[in-house]
């Protein structure tokens, strides 16, 4: 990371070597003689609240945009995408708060804060991120971005020749689909989409009819670009873009002959996004969902919009309008939705100032292999994404679709994408005579309708679909595949940590396993009856299974830990996970870290523990990586005394993943493997040279820092130099 940073950005001092986890653990490191135990764990300020937990991560995605490590373009990207996550913050934790409160059921969390004390906090600190985005586009990327050509422009600064170009698309492109709405006694506030740009627009005057009018609202056309890209022959430069709201803004006038334009003020509001379903009162799931989809975008709002112009008299009418309060109000020095900027990226042609392409590397061993079964019959398989390529999965299903002795494929699917080669081959696979079954969650939030959708082409194609489990979502990521060889029966399956999505799989760190291991693929075909409702809750052998044995056995092997520590034997937890928020787990850790145990938590969002804290946690580290590839992989080594434990996971340590949702974790007891894992999961993130963002004990965030700055690299791009075929 660069050494210029921005005021929420600090850094950390330079860090003395880092030391292995396991080696540390050879002798436990005791408490020190001034660092009185804490007895009570469950004491509220040993917890930082989730809500604001996620608003850090969203300030280390920030971060991103200020690292002059990387490429511009890609700067302007992170920043849009900080504008993304705090949409989803208000539509889900701010909705979901203020939800509870309604219905009277908000209680304190493990941190003690009541939920309007958390609605409180939250606003201050939105509008210190808010702040700063502004700042960081205002300042610090615009200006990068016109050294390079790259210009965003404003009516004040349109050339008469522009002006003249950008009033010919208003009129040849918006105007078509343009639909004014004055508000009157007979045309009521009307009902506004989540997210939708609109205008309101403040006039003086009488219309055809003799109406006085004072107020109408335009609702900026969501099926047209919202950055458009002055032709060549009308710029300064090779890209000179305006934003679609401010050429409606330009050319409202045009709407309104005759009358006069007081004011023209932008506004949004974001709404809930949860589906309310009563799964138990029911009858079709798919049917349910598909009625709620069609409200969602007009249920309760929780944010409103506005840039600074606005005047408070306007503010006051649209809040009243959405029933919201001030603090709910938020204004923009700026456009409002600063995502919309994203769009310029994809029509500026400079590799230069992205990320270099990369194509994920595929296994030597599997490169070209037309048995991939014969392979995994002779040993299991590892693949860590986007490294290596997500292709192996599909060529698997490929194989198995058209392999005359494959009789069976039971899959799940949470998340997928619009048009995707994973339920191609499902089709294809039942089109050549497979028993195909798939489990779709119709309730992966935001992917609803897409998953409905390819349930019913599923259907139409002959796969037998079900939608889980009644009331837990489920997310566990499982392949089985049932193939005949000779006089038995053999199964093979493959595990992830993440989504069966093309998409993702080229963005998302994930760890996927390929085997045929006999107990493993056993309990695979046990869970997949559970699906099916034809199966009792069974004993697995290998995998733990929530909402079942999962958090109850990462409790046991953390305490098991914790014995091994008082007893003078190798002892560590390394962790990799997106979220860390469950009590219970916490508190765990925190007794293990009492009894000496080192742990080291990469935990790339939130994170509820406290680091660092004498008498609790003074062996815990914690560190997010935030960079090109969303970490996702979960990930959980437990030394034990020596005899290695490494486990992969859907689940993140958080409730509703490990005693709500149906989630497995596996086990990889290959040494090679798990040498691998270690290696690229936590030796080489917490490397002393690697970037990264610490957590403080206050719960702040500081970026790492080594004595040369120009020498600090990104854990990812090494990964893309170590991993090889």
Known sequence: MTAKVTSIFARTPSAGPAESVTQKAEAPKAMTSKAVAISDLSDPSLYVNPELAQLKFIERVLGQAVDEQVPLLERLRFLCITSLLVDEFFEVRVASLKQLILHGA???????????????????????????????????????????????????????????????????????????????????????????????????????FG?????????????LPRVILIPRSYSRGPHDFVLLGSVLSAFTADLFPGMEILGIHQFRVTRNSELLIDEEEIENLASAIKGELMERGFAAAVRLETNSSCPPALEKLLAAKFDLQPDDLYQYEGPVNLNRLSEAIKLIDRPDLKYPVFKPVVKSSLAGQPDYFGILRRRDVLLHHPYESFNTVLELLRQASRDPNVLAINQTLYRTGADSQIVNLLIDAARNGKDVTVVVELRARFDEEANIS?????????????????????HAKMLLIVRRERRRMRRYVHLGTGNYHSGTAALYTDIGF?????????????????????????????????????????????????????????????????????????????SASQAGVPIRLLVRGMCCLRPGLKGASETIRVRSVVGRFLEHARVFHF???????????????????????VEVAFPIDNKLLQARII???????????????????????????????????HPQRKLLKVIRP
């Open 454 to 474: 390819l349930a019913t082409r599923l259907q139409s194609a002959g796969v037998q679909v079900v939608y889980g489990v009644v009331g837990r979502k489920t």
């Open 211 to 223: 109406r006085e009018a004072s107020m109408a609202l335009i609702r900026a056309p969501r099926s």
């Open 639 to 661: 030394v034990n005394g020596g005899d290695k434990e490494i486990w992969c996971s859907s689940a993140d340590w958080m409730g509703r993943n490990l005693l709500e949702r």
């Open 106 to 208: 908000a209680k304190p969390g493990a941190d003690g804060l009541s939920a309007p004390k958390t609605l409180s906090a939250i606003r201050q600190n939105v509008l210190r991120l808010v702040r700063e985005q502004y700042r960081v586009l205002h300042e610090v990327l615009t200006p990068q971005l016109e050294a390079e050509q790259i210009r965003f422009l404003l009516p004040q600064d349109w050339t008469g020749r522009q002006r003249a170009w950008l009033r010919r698309y208003f009129k040849n492109e918006l105007m078509p689909v343009l639909s004014p709405l004055g508000l009157d006694t007979v045309h009521p506030f009307p009902r506004i989409l989540t997210k939708s740009l609109t205008c309101a627009v403040e006039l003086r005057g009488r219309d055809a």
């Open 679 to 713: 290696e690229e999961c936590f030796t080489i993130p917490w490397q002393d040279d690697m970037a990264g963002w610490d957590m403080q004990p206050d719960g702040s965030y500081l970026a790492s820092k080594t004595e040369d700055a120009s020498k600090l690299k």
């Open 514 to 590: 390929l085997t045929s291991d006999r107990q493993i693929v056993e309990d695979v075909h046990l869970v997949f009856k559970q699906f099916s409702g034809l199966a009792k809750l069974n004993n697995l052998k290998r995998l733990l299974h929530s909402p079942f044995t999962l958090h109850k056995q990462l409790i046991a092997k953390i305490r098991r830990e914790r014995k091994n520590a008082k007893a003078g034997k190798p002892c560590g937890i390394s962790i990799k996970v997106n979220a860390l928020t469950e009590p219970k787990i916490i508190q765990a850790l925190y």
